[in-house]
């Protein structure tokens, strides 16, 4: 609860960046609040796939109102989805949708965990899902999830009785917890997990039911409801002056990569949960009904239970101070009780408690935001009792120093210790970095080395700050995160994580390099110096029948965090080929082969991710036609950077730049990802397009959903969208019209083009068209018909309208030789020997 308040009135009243870096500063109103779930021994764990799949609603209701210990444990990271944001997929966009659920946690109260499975996109079965997934594996996490969180309830987002209705994915996280509910119980499964943490059996499994689950509201209301319980979501916290459902759009709202910013609601709602395993509480209102949730559930609560109640009863908002010597005393009687799962948990709750009943204010600032190993950093330590308690700090001790600072001193009221320290960073110490991403895994899989990282949010910080004190004759450590505190002029105070980073790491900027001929490129390599006196040599490594000169380069780089630029000539083979390029860069006896990749959002804390530096190179057997390509920003992707590697010149333009007279410099139109779902002024401009093409222009539109369009008309005959997808990236493709010269000008298209495509063939086809169209290819996932709409063309006036729902956006990122192949077709269609209404000769 208390980092829901900081995080509402932060968002609030500050900027995003501010509530994504700064502490926690807990007033008199947020204190009493987290008394009173420190009086509640109930948790919830609510389940499933994705980002964004949580419902905010009804953890924020958890967490806030019943006042349980509850967390949200999303199978995935969201690595499959798509960015509306930035330009981050895959695994940094798994990154950033990792923050995000942080963020939303910090605003909704809850906690928030994983298991090892990776988003690896759309999946229309289970089957797939789980074929894909190493299934025990991600069982065996959701097992572990339960063991260690230890929930008296769970709660599913998706039904696991209805498998190939939903994203596979859905499904799939439903099946698996509910097997999980017993398995977790079993001595026999997983018996490493007991060794530790030993076996735990949930209460009460339910589904977070509605009536769209049931097809129609009407049908909803006839439904049987014997085993629905139902709560009342939008109930007001006056201490807060928000209500809950207020809460959970704004933690929703976190979700901004996937564009789920949204205005917050207000009044009565009804959230239904079904009970699919367990017993039915007798009485329906209450959750928790038959589950003790008092400290009498431990042996010795009682005591406990004495003390925190009268300080709930009695809380001196004017001096939350007053109560230190009850907390205190409370707090060493949790330490002394027999029940792991809640003293660890219980502790940490009260720990937060006493330290903002303290007025504590403790922070380890670095003199930088970054470090390698070996080098020195200072320091800014503050210490600042802000209450009339007797408060010594004894000493405090930096991790990875192995030793003590004696201190030994009165925290006198409101006077401010400031010391300084000098440390080193310890050759011990690996860059920071997410865990998941230290290994390579497989589609389905991340691999996590150390098991007892897994399941946790994010690596744990590498340098802490133990401040060890005496609070009232009560010993009393607080631990901090070293960071960096810093300010700029239009932002104010601000803060970074402290990272350790490589002394060396270089970055080819371009993952995709496409030798359209076998004419020889110059590839720009940086390093960059994560210390001063940086020196060294960097090479190449290449694939056999590709040549780099010169072999190796001199590297002196005189301060932290410069970079130096060097210039390889990369040469291909007379014939096609593809393999991947890195740059090495060695400095003394170590080679470091890591691009340091920084992402900068103000809605979530700056992060850090290595990942091996390495790029794509293909000499592209291709032919072109046509020079000046128009492209229309959609919802973000690197097609129009692609179009440049193979020859194109691509000017991006803007809605308010398309007039006839800007259109006539080009040879076609290319319309970005989801354009109509986002771009609302388009609608003024279909007709410009349109005529565009019948002129003798190609327009070439990629996909849209079939929901939110914001234009009238998607083409210049009819079309409609679907559903219709093909998520087997190797699903046989059958070419409908072989002759088409979609297929054969200027290059010659076959089946083959359709190797090694990556993730999914396509998405949202259109499913219904006028005869103007002809579609080109057939394709469909395992037991299902042939989906026609993947690529339709149309003879308009002079030119032609080009609909396709292919995933070009994902393969041109991969180095896809086919799809670029197939996309110079389209862009060169009706230009055999034709001369254009410009008078230039294609």
């Not at 950033?96 to 909704?108: F, G, K, M, P, S």
């Not at 076609?668 to 003798?696: C, H, M, P, T, W």
Request: proline content about 4%.
């Amino acid at each position: 609860m208390q980092k829901l308040l900081a995080s509402v009135l932060f968002l609030l009243c500050y900027s995003f960046s501010t509530q994504a870096q700064q502490p926690e500063k807990l007033n008199a109103s947020e204190i009493h609040q987290a008394v009173k779930k420190l009086n509640f021994l109930g948790s919830v764990l609510y389940l499933a796939a994705h980002p964004d799949d949580e419902n905010t609603r009804l953890i924020s209701y958890m967490s806030n109102h019943v006042k349980a210990r509850t967390a949200y444990l999303s199978l995935t990271r969201g690595d499959g989805g798509q960015n509306l944001i930035g330009p981050e997929l895959r695994e940094l966009l798994g990154v950033i949708r990792t923050q995000e659920l942080l963020a939303a946690r910090r605003t909704d109260g809850g906690e928030q965990r994983f298991t090892r499975a990776n988003d690896f996109g759309y999946s229309k079965h289970p089957d797939e899902t789980l074929a894909i997934w190493n299934k025990n594996e991600v069982l065996s996490d959701v097992v572990l999830a339960i063991r260690q969180f230890k929930p008296d309830i769970i709660i599913n987002r998706f039904d696991h009785r209805s498998p190939g209705t939903t994203h596979g994915h859905h499904t799939s996280s439903a099946m698996l917890s509910v097997e999980a509910f017993d398995l977790a119980n079993d001595k026999n499964a997983y018996p490493d997990q007991v060794k530790k943490y030993g076996t735990w059996q949930p209460k009460r499994e339910f589904f977070n039911t509605s009536w769209w689950f049931y097809g129609s509201e009407e049908k909803f209301e006839e439904a049987d409801k014997t085993n629905l319980l139902n709560f009342d979501i939008g109930v007001y916290y006056p201490a807060l002056g928000v209500s809950n459902n207020e809460i959970a759009a704004l933690a929703s709202s976190q979700h901004l990569c996937q564009g789920f910013g949204r205005l917050s609601q207000r009044g009565s709602q009804t959230e239904y949960i079904e009970l699919i395993k367990g017993d039915l509480p007798k009485d329906k209102s209450n959750i928790f009904d038959g589950i003790n949730t008092t400290w009498t559930r431990v042996k010795g609560g009682e005591k406990i239970e004495t003390i925190l109640k009268n300080v709930e009863s009695n809380f001196n908002f004017e001096n939350p101070a007053a109560h230190l010597d009850q907390l205190l005393q409370a707090r060493q009687l949790i330490l002394a009780i027999d029940s792991p799962q809640w003293k660890d948990q219980k502790i940490k709750e009260i720990n937060k408690i006493i330290e903002a009943c303290a007025g504590l204010y403790l922070e380890a600032s670095a003199n930088t935001p970054t470090a390698s190993t070996g080098q020195i950093i200072d320091i800014d330590i503050e210490a600042l009792n802000r209450s009339n308690a007797t408060i010594k700090l004894d000493s405090y001790t930096i991790s990875n120093n192995n030793s003590d600072d004696f201190y030994g001193k009165l925290l006198k009221a409101n006077d401010k210790q400031e010391l300084k320290e000098k440390i080193t960073i310890a050759n011990t110490l690996q860059p920071t970095g997410p865990y998941w991403l230290n290994q390579k895994g497989s589609l389905g899989m991340y691999k996590v080395e150390d098991k007892s990282l897994i399941g946790k949010p994010e690596t744990p910080r590498a340098i802490t700050i133990d401040f060890n004190l005496n609070i009232n004759g009560f010993a009393f450590t607080v631990t901090k995160d070293l960071v960096y505190r810093y300010s700029k002029p239009d932002k104010g105070e601000l803060y970074r994580p402290f990272e350790i980073i490589p002394e060396a790491s270089a970055k080819i900027n371009q993952k995709v390099i496409i030798f359209e001929n076998d004419q020889q490129k110059e590839i720009p390599v940086t390093v960059q110096a994560g210390k001063d006196n940086l020196e060294g040599y960097i090479t190449i490594a290449h694939p056999n029948g590709w040549s780099v000169f010169p072999e190796k380069q001199k590297i002196t780089i005189a301060n932290k965090g410069q970079e130096q630029t060097f210039i390889f000539t990369i040469i291909p083979p007379k014939n096609q080929s593809e393999g991947l390029i890195s740059p090495m860069v060695t400095i003394g006896d170590k080679t470091y082969t890591k691009e340091l990749v920084e992402i900068n959002y103000e809605h979530i804390p700056f992060q850090t991710v290595l990942l091996p530096s390495e790029s794509k190179i293909v000499r592209l057997d291709i032919k072109k036609r046509g020079e000046n390509i128009a492209y229309i920003e959609g919802a973000g992707d690197v097609v129009p950077e692609s179009l440049k590697q193979i020859g194109y010149n691509v000017m991006i333009l803007q809605p308010e730049d398309i007039t006839p007279e800007r259109l006539s410099a080009f040879d076609a139109v290319v319309v970005g990802i989801r354009a109509y779902n986002i771009v609302e002024s388009l609608k003024f401009k279909q007709d410009i397009l349109f005529n565009f093409v019948e002129k003798g222009g190609n327009m070439i539109v990629q996909y849209n959903t079939n929901r939110g369009i914001k234009v009238d008309n998607i083409a210049p005959f009819n079309l409609q969208l679907s559903r219709d997808r093909v998520t087997d990236e190797n699903a046989e493709v059958t070419l409908l019209a072989p002759n088409h010269e979609l297929l054969n000008f200027p290059n010659k298209i076959t089946t083959k083009d359709f190797e090694g495509w990556t993730q999914e063939r396509g998405l949202y086809f259109p499913d219904q068209w006028s005869s103007d169209f002809t579609p080109i290819l057939s394709m469909h996932d395992k037991d299902e018909t042939a989906k026609t709409g993947s690529l339709l063309v149309a003879k308009h006036g002079k030119g032609h309208y080009i609909y396709t729902g292919l995933s070009f956006f994902r393969e041109f990122p991969v180095g896809v030789s086919g799809a670029y192949r197939l996309f110079a077709n389209m862009l060169s269609i009706g230009k055999q020997d034709i001369t254009n209404d410009n008078g230039l000769k294609n």
